[in-house]
């Protein structure tokens, strides 16, 4: 995983509705959920496949691992560390 994998759509949970923008229409917050939610779906599938030593490189713990991976992908990113 890479800083910018890491730093995208999925840590900014607040992207489908914020006060400051205008409403957005609904083929624009269906299109943007999906980009979220693949972008879930492959993070925790590289987070599945890493092994002990990679996690350990940044940070995470085995389990953290497995439970994040485990999650469903409509379910928000947790913190790992």
């Not at 624009?28 to 939610?37: E, I, N, S």
């Not at 925790?44 to 085995?62: C, E, T, V």
Request: aromatic share 6%.
């Amino acid at each position: 995983m890479s800083f910018q994998s890491r730093h995208s759509l999925i840590d900014q949970p607040n992207l489908l509705i914020t006060p400051s923008t205008p409403r957005r229409s609904l083929p624009q917050r269906l299109v943007l959920a999906l980009a979220v939610w693949r972008q879930r779906a492959r993070a925790r599938r590289d987070l599945a496949q890493m092994d002990a030593r990679s996690l350990h490189d940044i940070g995470i713990s085995p389990a953290a691992a497995a439970y994040e991976s485990g999650k469903p992908f409509w379910q928000a990113m947790g913190c790992l560390r």
